[in-house]
């Protein structure tokens, strides 16, 4: 990994960020894996996970277009602070819901998260507009999302092993509670930044629709950004919801328990911290569209051959090799985004990017939930396996064409120049 980013990257407010974003990811994680395991555990329902992970994510689909909107047109900084100060709030009433709840908690559960999701709506695209901001040089970009994404899922390989523990040593209030506890740290790295004055925001005064549309004609008027974006639709709507099925897995696959989806869950989250590994590592100038297209085959392949085997200790290797592959489905293509999208439009873009990725995923995980209860999760993963080997072939031919028109136009602009 090129750590050697983050050391020169001597921006303070990036560190301080950086570190305080760590530990409230370590009880986020610990959160979705106790979630995911008191929903099933409770109903019984394949279709009650993909409720319970659409709830979470429709909404911030629903939202994020207008988070956009905010981020470009406010401070990034305390929309961000206000957006944690908020989420601190909805965990702390998890918390008490699954304390005084313990039996019936299922809605409160689904009702809140839709809540959170709402929340995301406004702090995500804030987020990764202010991320860009903090960096600083456009060249330490790339290298300093791969860094972002390889703490996201060092978090998610540890978050889960310890989810898993304390569910069963402790029970599950406890995972809320510390979930809840972890917002404590981001919140106070960001009270001690010190920014500098912000740059001057476009008036407020503009038209919400014509702001969308500056956004959108500016997508389609960028192959680069529109097809990364058209990509990760497809796979957040036909691959990635994948993980919904892994108590189902862990639960009814392998006749485990919570510390067995702990340890899935973790192993897919050791299997993506590499392939941000791998992201990080990659020399400037490379070509981050063909690294996309590459690793989907093998996340492609990874699941399929995960679907095929009871056996827990093989199938956590083909797993951890899927989900390495999948790093690259969010990493690179946030990347991308980031990379070619000038500031103006930023915050625009990037709720669009990522209300295309929160609206699929979770339509996705309802399909999935729905499916799998006629035809197994087995055979379910198994098509997703599939399905992203064809989305990736798919994009290699798409890519290959848009270089051939590259080419051409750079000849046809060369004859007058020799005539």
Known sequence: MNFSTFASLKNRNYRLFFMGQSVSLLGTWMQKTAVSWVVYSLTQSKFMLGVSVFATLF??????????????????????????????????????????????????????????????????????????????????????????????????????????????????????????????????????MKLPKPEPKPKADKNLKYEFLEAFVYIKNTPVVSSVIIFVGIMGLLVLPFSTLTPVFAKDIFNGSAFTLGIIDGVIGFGAFLGALFLASLRQGSNLSKVLAINTLVFGIGLILFSQITVLSLALLFIAIGSFGMMSVRTISNTIVQIHVPNQFRGRVISIYLMVLTATIPIGSLIVGAVSHYIGVETTVLIEGFLALIVAIFYVRYLKNEKLKDEGQSLLEQQPQEA
């Open 59 to 192: 909404p911030t689909a629903l939202v994020s277009l207008y988070g956009g909107i905010v981020a470009d047109r406010y401070n990034r900084y305390k929309i961000l602070l206000s957006t944690q100060v908020v989420s601190l709030l909805q965990a702390v009433l998890l918390t008490l819901a699954i304390v005084f709840f313990k039996q019936h908690v299922v809605w409160e559960i689904i009702v809140l998260g839709a809540v959170l999701g709402v929340i995301n709506g406004f702090d995500m695209p804030a987020r990764q507009s202010l991320v860009r901001e903090l960096v600083g040089r456009k060249e330490d970009l790339p290298n300093a999302l791969a860094l972002n994404s390889s703490m996201v899922n060092l978090s998610k390989l540890i978050g889960p092993a310890i989810a898993g523990f304390i569910l069963e040593r402790f029970g599950d209030a406890i995972c809320f509670g510390i979930n809840a506890i972890s917002f404590i740290p981001v919140i106070l790295s960001l009270l001690l």
